[in-house]
């Protein structure tokens, strides 16, 4: 059974990594109002489109393998041989992503492929994307190894070292495309530097038993396959899918339309900050307790923090979404005006980008792959021809939408993805399906409603519409305000009990306390 002191240790976990995340958000807002003013909306644009572009290549020569490292490497943390070849296996896909890029030269093809880009640009983004990737393991390790609270230090530490050099390059003059290429590199490096050494230090060494012999080599190809060899259709077309949708907007839209939908992805991110530090810790647990074959504990976890951080992100994503136009002007100013509708709209994707990543753990570590190929292989399609008539101008037989039309689709098909992926959860863990949808809509509404409230009250009655800041901080005041007062009047619908509400309660005046005696 799942019991106190596991969540208590996830707790903790799940502490230092919402700290990361919430620095994470205070620091991500300063860097997200100087990235875009320095680079224009053509440049951001172009850098999010090419790193887009092999993100999609890097998790396409994945699949899912990393996830199926994590999960085993949570259930068997001695095993260095496990570690050591998927370090051979990184440094494949590695050679792969760069070669792919060196025939496209050759061929003289990259222009059709990435297009209006410069070689060079399209080299740094390769290597990027690659770094990235690699770090991203190292963290997943050291969740695995449940070193989590070392790591997410390490990661606050390199947010501040950030922040310090987008802050210099803006400053002087120097934040254009290339050099910030640069700064991704040197944060990235620093980061996946930290991560080995702490690994290291705490013994959990990845240098261990590099020299595997061929037959132990055989053994981890065969059990990967087993794993990833049901997810290769699905890569293939996610990464038809991703690359189709950018490039997409990229020939028809152009940078410019790239850019504005860059920012309001962007810009839902943040409301993801606080859910998404919980789904490495979800996943781990998942594998622990599926290992027992403890489904009773599956279906706590479940039930105790899913519709939690559901409704945490709605939270977030209902104010965002409302307040969309002071969003944009207070972060990057009114360059960005015409990103306006794409951002309100986009601001609803990370409240089922929760359920999804959180739910979707569920398939990974119960290994039935097979069954997420199938789901996410069917919406990908659908994707594809809805993606063309919402970008693809009207003499094309499209909307023309842009931005606009690329938010819409993502929406649209992750929230209908997501609770497809729940219905088949609900059966696995026995749970009420309908129970589950209905706290969604309810969730969601009830914010919102909360939302138009607190904006109609602040704009029109107390009559500070066009005092931008001032609006959208006492906006934000009232409608947390009656946020808590909904809670404990009806804390079920945000996922919670009357329990949970003395608790938090009793720490706050338990904290007020011993700073009063300080």
């Known amino acids: 059974m799942f019991n106190k002191n596991t969540e208590d240790s996830l707790k903790k976990r799940y502490f230092y990594k919402l700290s990361t995340n919430f620095v994470g958000l205070v620091i991500s807002s300063i860097t997200q109002a100087i990235i875009p003013r320095g680079l224009g909306p053509k440049s951001y644009g172009d850098f ?189 077309v996610g990464l038809i899918e991703g690359i189709f949708d950018r490039w997409l907007l990229q020939l028809y839209g152009g940078s410019i339309q790239q850019g504005f939908f860059s920012l309001s992805n962007q810009i839902g991110v943040f409301c993801f900050l606080f859910t998404s ?111 063309y008539f919402l970008i693809a101008p009207k003499q094309n037989m499209g909307l023309g939408a842009g931005a606009v039309g690329m938010a819409v689709k993502m929406v649209l098909l992750n929230f209908v993805a997501v609770n497809v992926q729940l219905y088949f959860n609900s059966k696995f863990l026995k749970f009420s399906f309908r129970k589950y949808l209905g706290h969604q809509l309810v969730s969601v509404g009830c914010l919102l409603a909360l939302a138009m409230i607190s904006k109609f009250f602040v704009d029109k009655v107390l009559g500070m519409g066009t005092q931008i800041i001032l609006s959208f901080i006492l906006g934000g005041i009232f409608y947390t305000l009656m946020a808590a007062i909904f809670v404990y009047c009806a804390p079920v619908i945000f996922g919670i009990n009357k329990q949970d509400i003395q608790f938090i309660l009793k720490y706050i005046k338990e904290r007020f306390l011993r700073l009063s005696e300080r």
Not at 57 to 78: E, I
Not at 176 to 202: D, G
Request: aromatic letters at 20%.
């Open 48 to 236: 999010n489109f090419l790193t887009n572009f092999f993100n999609q290549f890097v998790n396409f020569f994945d699949m899912g393998a990393s996830t199926g490292f994590y999960t085993k490497l949570s259930q068997r943390q001695r095993e260095s041989g496990l570690v050591s070849f998927y370090l051979y296996f990184s440094g494949i896909v590695s050679l792969m992503v760069i070669g792919l890029v060196i025939i496209t030269q050759w061929g003289s093809i990259y222009i059709k492929i990435w297009p209006n880009q410069n070689i060079f640009y399209i080299y740094l983004a390769a290597i990027l994307a690659i770094l990235t990737w690699i770090t991203q393991i190292f963290s997943s390790m050291a969740d695995a190894y449940a070193i989590t609270v070392y790591a997410e230090k390490a990661k606050i530490l390199q947010k501040i070292i950030g922040l310090i050099l987008i802050s210099l390059l803006f400053v002087s003059h120097q934040l254009n495309l290339a050099n910030f290429f640069y700064y991704n590199y040197i944060i990235w490096f620093f980061l996946c530097v930290v991560f080995i050494w702490i690994m290291e230090l705490k013994g959990s060494s990845i240098l261990k038993n590099l020299n595997l012999p061929f037959k132990k080599i055989k053994e981890y190809i065969r059990e990967f396959y087993h794993y990833s060899h049901p997810l290769f259709i699905y890569a293939i």
């Open 277 to 387: 530090a919980l789904t490495p810790l979800i996943m781990r647990e998942f594998s622990v307790v599926y290992a027992k074959k403890d489904y009773v504990a599956m279906a706590y976890i479940f039930r105790r923090f899913i519709p939690l951080f559901y409704s945490i992100s709605a939270y977030l994503s209902c104010f965002i979404a409302l307040q969309a136009d002071k969003v944009i002007y207070i972060s990057v100013g009114s360059t960005y005006k015409g990103a306006l509708m794409a951002v309100t709209i986009m601001a609803f994707f990370p409240i089922h980008q929760t359920y999804g990543q959180l739910s979707g753990s569920v398939f990974y570590a119960t290994g039935q792959t097979k069954l997420y190929r199938n789901i996410g292989i069917t919406f990908m399609l659908i994707g594809l021809p809805l993606t």
